[in-house]
């Protein structure tokens, strides 16, 4: 028996709204797996529409290859925004 977490992914690589989870979940990690440029941001919310109060707006120009480790719950969802110049590639690790 393998005593190890699993987590689903979600690639995000253009500038747009993604509903990654309706409903209560976790929120592991977000890859920047190639930056984005142009004051490129990656918003995250706990919600299903609109903006709340963001759980983190995040620089998308960071250097390729960083993982910012959250290990939150949601209670509402997980939607991630991202938003101006050319988009960073993202992989979002969710429960």
Not at 13 to 31: D, E, F, M, P, R
Not at 41 to 56: F, L, M, N, Q, R
Request: net charge negative; glycine share 8%; proline share 1%.
């Amino acid at each position: 028996m393998n005593n190890y977490k699993s987590f689903f992914y979600t690639n995000i690589n253009s500038n747009t709204t993604t509903q990654v989870k309706s409903g209560a979940g976790y929120l592991h990690t977000i890859t920047i797996n190639t930056a984005g440029a142009s004051s490129n941001t990656i918003s995250v919310y706990d919600a299903t529409s609109g903006t709340t109060s963001p759980i983190a707006i995040i620089n998308g120009t960071a250097a390729a290859g960083s993982t910012l480790t959250f290990d939150i719950n949601f209670v509402n969802g997980l939607r991630i925004i991202t938003a101006t110049g050319t988009a960073a590639d993202i992989t979002v690790s969710w429960e």
